[in-house]
């Protein structure tokens, strides 16, 4: 009998007013299309909340794309990572990218946020900040999914 193999959910939960980090969750998302595993990318604007916390619960693997607008994380994903206490999850294996102007407040605060509900951040270089460290964070979270298997 052939045995079926479960493919592993990437989900990349992004926001992005003036579409930048939109150009980086597409690069995430390519680097990380690799066998086994299925991709999602979601821009958390077209989302309601219940449908945000099943992604959250039902991921294999979580990315975030977060700007930095105001020196600060943009209201709607604060609200997101807010609930990352309240669901329960089933990985803790996370990747985090942004496009920012001058400071990376919104990476630094969310990495802060990310470590406190027991995710582990996986990318050597801290948050991916350029399109080709995104399609390499996209590579390492999808090759860190399988080795977990
Ligand atoms: C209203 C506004 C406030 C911003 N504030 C900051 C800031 O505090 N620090 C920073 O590094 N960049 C800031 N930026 C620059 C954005 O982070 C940058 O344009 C980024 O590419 C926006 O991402 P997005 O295209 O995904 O929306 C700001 C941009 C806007 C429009």
């Avoid at 992004?14 to 939109?22: A, F, K, M, V």
């Avoid at 086994?36 to 099943?54: F, K, M, N, P, W």
């Avoid at 700007?67 to 609200?79: E, G, H, N, S």
């Avoid at 406190?116 to 996209?138: F, N, S």
Wanted: hydrophobic fraction near 40%; charge should be neutral; proline fraction near 3%.
């Amino acid at each position: 009998m052939r045995e079926t193999v479960e493919t592993k959910k990437l989900s990349i939960l992004y926001i992005s007013p003036h579409g930048n980090t939109e150009q980086m969750a597409h690069a995430v998302a390519s680097g990380a299309m690799i066998d086994g595993i299925d991709v999602a990318s979601y821009h958390i604007s077209h989302l309601r909340a219940d449908e945000i916390r099943t992604i959250l619960e039902q991921a294999d693997a979580l990315v975030f794309g977060i700007p930095t607008v105001a020196r600060d994380i943009p209201k709607p994903m604060w609200d997101v990572l807010d609930d990352l206490s309240m669901v329960k999850l089933k990985t803790t294996i996370a990747g985090l990218f942004g496009s920012f102007g001058w400071n990376r407040e919104a990476s630094l605060k969310t990495e802060k946020r990310l470590k406190g509900v027991g995710l582990r951040l996986v990318g050597d270089a801290g948050p991916a900040t350029v399109l080709e460290q995104c399609k390499e964070l996209g590579r390492t979270l999808a090759e860190e999914v399988i080795r977990r298997v």
